[in-house]
């Protein structure tokens, strides 16, 4: 079997297992979300933090318990690894430097999960699992619920409500991701995950010499990376390590952890908004996309010419061998298309068109699916501004799903949309005039440096404010400036647009239906899905084809 087929075969197979969970996860989803009633364990909880979970919250007070509870993980995870050289379970490493510990902690709070440090000889058991393995899913949560909360504001009117966020974080936890993880990390440590708290070995290696290993709570801690869209490696290489990921059938698995709940939070919107036409359109832009991006790039990286490389039989430099082009690019595309991060190839050894579709998935603002919770509020936006051309170009009051797209709603959707472009771009320029920042480039003599070097620049911002957390490398990040500069726009890029989701939530929530006309917009038709479709792409092209002028194509023209 030749390897473009048995990527081909696996992309089948993929789809297929996503297909068989879209409904009955989507469905399960949507019940949890609109169950009236708390689990005995709920209760306790919100007996324990003071909540009553049964109060409706409008916009603000939403907010406000977003921004306190991700502030609080700031402040705890910052602690814990600010406290680390006197912590049981250390493993003998020495507490976090400041920078580094708030980049960290941002970095798991935001569900960015960027690393500029080697989690094997860093991090001690208990901030991996006291501190982020945590995160991993309280941050994924947070995601579902800001998404939830944008779903009702659609679907209620003349309340403003949207549901109590509270509930909707301990839900999204306690009867979602928790029973999936559980069941996932018992499929990983079948297939030969590890999942242990051993201290430091000593291991020969093959061709002599002796290498020190460590092992931890590997197994449940890759399950809810990968299904919250986290990213964040026990070790520094990843999903590439075979602790992690050990063989060709758990990195598939991984990929459907990865994509399972976006995709699946479609049919949770339809559902909720009692339409699940709606959901199927908007399940039909993601999928178009995603599987356009995944073609492409596995094309891109077996296609590449030059006698090493077709003596290979594609660009095999940079992937592992039990994986193949095939399966790391698939991995590829469906981490940069979602806010996960993780890797099983090294991002830096793609093609330089390759590492141009990387970056490109992030920039349209990982939609296809996105990232758990982020990836549908972020299409939802995108919906919004797609009604508002129609109704430009026909002269009409645009509408979506029964509520009048308004000046005040534009205005919110145009914020939502300029916020992470800004961070990107703002601290990439900024970096590429620093000697400092400049310095940290590893890769200055290679060839095509010069746009090699900025695309990894690029990279870096694009994955931190776009709360990906995957890595270009060959870039030192690991600097007071790259640590503090990535570590904002992590900040920024994830709650000022859930300042702007909410608001816009709030503010449609607020509305009274308007009936549906003869000159209504179908949504749910395939026109608009090919619509949402070229709106995004064109906005991202608009927005960052300068960029990726100077880096990829730059690169992979010369």
């Not at 995709?263 to 996309?289: P, S």
């Not at 129609?390 to 009409?396: P, S, Y």
Request: glycine content about 12%; charged content about 10%; overall charge neutral.
């Amino acid at each position: 079997m030749s390897p473009a087929l048995a990527g081909v075969l696996q992309l089948t197979a993929l789809t297929a297992a996503l297909a068989l969970a879209y409904r009955p996860l989507g469905d399960y989803m949507a019940a949890v979300y609109a169950s009236p009633k708390h689990l005995r364990v709920e209760k306790v909880i919100y007996r324990c933090i003071g909540a009553n979970a049964d109060a409706e919250m409008r916009w603000p007070a939403y907010l406000r318990g977003v921004l306190a509870f991700s502030a609080a993980g700031v402040l705890f995870l910052y602690l814990l690894q600010r406290v680390q050289g006197g912590l049981p379970l250390s493993l003998g490493f020495a507490s976090i430097s400041p920078d580094q510990a708030f980049n960290t902690a941002a970095s798991f709070v935001t569900n960015t999960n960027w690393q500029s440090y080697s989690g094997e000889q860093a991090m001690g058991h208990v901030v991996q699992t006291a501190g982020l393995a945590v995160q991993n899913f309280v941050s994924a949560a947070t995601g579902m619920a800001v998404a939830v909360a944008l779903v009702r504001g659609f679907a209620r009117s003349r309340t403003g409500d949207l549901g109590n966020f509270w509930a909707d974080l301990v839900r999204g936890t306690i009867r979602v991701l928790v029973p999936i993880a559980v069941l996932g990390a018992l499929v990983l440590v079948a297939c030969g995950a590890v999942q242990n708290f051993s201290g430091i070995h000593e291991v020969g290696q093959f061709m002599g010499g002796a290498q020190q290993t460590n092992g931890g709570a590997i197994a449940s801690q890759e399950v809810i990376k990968e299904l919250g869209t986290n990213g964040g490696g026990y070790f520094n290489a990843n999903s590439a390590h075979p602790f992690e990921n050990p063989s060709a059938f758990t990195n598939l698995f991984e990929i459907f952890l990865i994509l399972v709940i976006p995709f699946a939070l479609t049919r949770t919107f339809g559902k909720l908004v009692g339409n699940v036409k709606q959901g199927y359109a908007i399940l039909a832009t993601m999928g178009v996309i995603w599987l356009g991006f995944t073609a492409l790039m596995m094309w891109t990286e077996f296609a590449h010419g030059g006698p090493a490389l077709q003596a290979a039989g594609a660009a095999m430099e940079g992937k592992e061998t039990r994986f193949g082009v095939g399966a790391s690019s698939i991995f590829s595309v469906a981490t940069t298309l979602t806010s996960t991060g993780a890797v099983d190839a090294f991002h830096s050894s793609f093609t330089a068109f390759g590492g141009g579709i990387q970056l490109l998935g992030m920039m349209l603002g990982e939609l296809a699916p996105g990232g758990v919770g982020s990836g549908l509020y972020g299409m939802l936006v995108m919906a919004i501004i797609a009604v508002f051309i129609a109704g430009l170009m026909v002269g009409r009051t645009p509408e979506y799903l029964g509520k009048k797209i308004g000046t005040r709603e534009i205005k919110l959707a145009a914020c939502y949309l300029l916020i992470t472009p800004t961070l990107v771009l703002g601290f990439a320029a900024a970096s590429m005039v620093l000697p400092d920042a400049l310095g940290s480039m590893l890769n200055t003599k290679a060839l095509g440096a010069g746009s090699h070097g900025f695309s990894e620049v690029l990279y870096a911002y694009t994955s931190g404010a776009n709360n990906n957390g995957s890595a270009f490398a060959g870039l030192n990040a690991n600097t007071p400036w790259y640590n503090t500069t990535i570590g904002l726009a992590m900040l920024l890029g994830r709650f000022l647009p859930m300042v702007f989701v909410l608001a816009l939530a709030g503010s449609l929530a607020e509305q009274q239906p308007v009936p549906q006309t003869a000159g209504t917009l179908r949504t749910e038709k395939p026109l608009f899905a090919g619509l949402l479709v070229g709106t995004i792409l064109i906005i991202t092209g608009l927005t960052y084809f300068p960029a990726l002028a100077l880096g990829p194509l730059a690169e992979g023209l010369s």
